[in-house]
């Protein structure tokens, strides 16, 4: 199978992006400003799941049996699954690819993060019978991924040892990114068409913070019109004078005598190149420029739609062709295939195996006017309540629970 020079060049260029762009996140706050934003709107919440099983009930199960995996997913005890997938998302887009390791004992199914660099970019070989390892990645001779080679070091270690990598099977690793062509092997900074630009904007916004430190200096200068010389503003027979400025005091200059201040023109016709600049930084990140700089000065409902829908768009693109598929499908089969095998809840995996993921509700600038249009949507069939529960975040069996507890008088009211 023969690729292009996509998977070579992209990984020649993957390990010095990534380290300039977890720079980059971690001390320009409008980049950290512009991923945090990808972040909120690709997972929110959480991404909720909705059994798609033909029988509904025994779906209701299926997904509680899926929340039951996902409040106890981190191996580290941190957070859940959807605290995972929001950091997963976030080593995604600087680093341009996330790792994660399914770990399966006695007491069930968790998962740990690793850093992109522990699965090894060094290692590389021709394994015989088309069989062939790309920068720690194993491939069979169809070319489907059937290994990562992961170093055996912990991230905290400072220095790397000369243990080989260990081989865990492709099934036990999920591998999050957004491929730019056919064949690429592994991920790509999504910072890498603004590495540059935010380079030269850093000296810029350096270059006028030092401009109005200068002017803020007021600094006046003394011109002898007359030529008359002298080594102080004055000729040598004429006695010193205080020109010093002081609020409400008005000066007499002595005659041949004016004063200049510095007035650099430099700052004052570099704030709209630099707003230019930014705005090139927010359409390479591929983030409408109010999520990167908070500026909503010349922001009406309008604007902020037309800006909004089509960053939603993309988003939404990424989490139906990338981060569902290659993280969530795969972790509610692996669940799921638990679950079968140890009898609970799950008696024929096949449908079992059949779900719909529901991304977050996009939080809209007229909540009034978004929660009217999804009421029609119900009404009109053109969307289930299940659907519309779960775009919120909730669980719909849960929060059915708790409104019929509540209804029943169970809770006490909050004043």
Known sequence: MAYG?????????????RSRARHAYANNGYIANGVSAIVAEAVGAGIEPASAHPNADLGDDLNQTWLDFAETADVEGRTDLRGLLAQMVLACAVDGESFAVIEEDSDGIQVR????????????????????????????ARGRRVAYHVQPQ??????????????VPAKDVLHLMRPL???????????????????????????????????????????????????????????????SLEPGVIRTLPGG???????PQEAKDSIAFAKLTLGQIAAGLGVPQHLLDGDLSNANYSSLRAGLLPFRAKIEQFCYHQLIPQVLTPLWRR???????SGN??????????????????????????????????????????QAVASLGWNRADLDREIATETAGGTNDVA
């Not at 590389?124 to 194993?138: C, F, K, N, S």
């Not at 009421?375 to 009109?380: G, T």
Request: proline share 8%; with cysteine.
């Open 257 to 263: 005598k004016d004063i200049r201040f510095s007035s």
């Open 154 to 167: 912990r991230p905290t270690d400072l220095f790397p040892t000369s243990r080989d990598p260990i081989r």
């Open 113 to 140: 993060l690793i850093p992109a660099e522990m699965v090894d970019e060094s290692k590389t070989a021709d394994l015989g019978q088309g069989r062939y390892i790309a920068a720690g990645v194993e491939y069979d």
């Open 335 to 341: 669940v799921m295939t638990r679950a079968y095998l």
């Open 5 to 17: 020079s996509n998977a070579t060049e992209t990984l020649a260029a993957a390990a010095p992006l």
């Open 181 to 243: 062509g056919p064949g690429q092997v592994r991920g790509v900074s999504w910072l890498a068409p603004v590495l540059l630009t935010l380079t030269e904007f850093d000296g810029l916004m350096d270059a006028l913070l030092v401009g109005c430190r200068v002017s803020a200096l007021h600094t006046g200068f003394i011109v002898d019109q007359n030529n008359l010389g002298g080594a102080g503003p004055y000729p040598d027979d004429e006695p010193a004078a205080d020109v």
């Open 345 to 386: 809840a799950v008696p024929d995996l096949a449908p079992a195996f059949k779900v719909e993921w529901l991304t977050p509700r996009a939080q809209q600038v007229d909540p009034l006017k978004d929660t009217q249009a999804l009421i029609a949507q119900i009404d009109a069939k053109l969307t289930s309540r299940t």
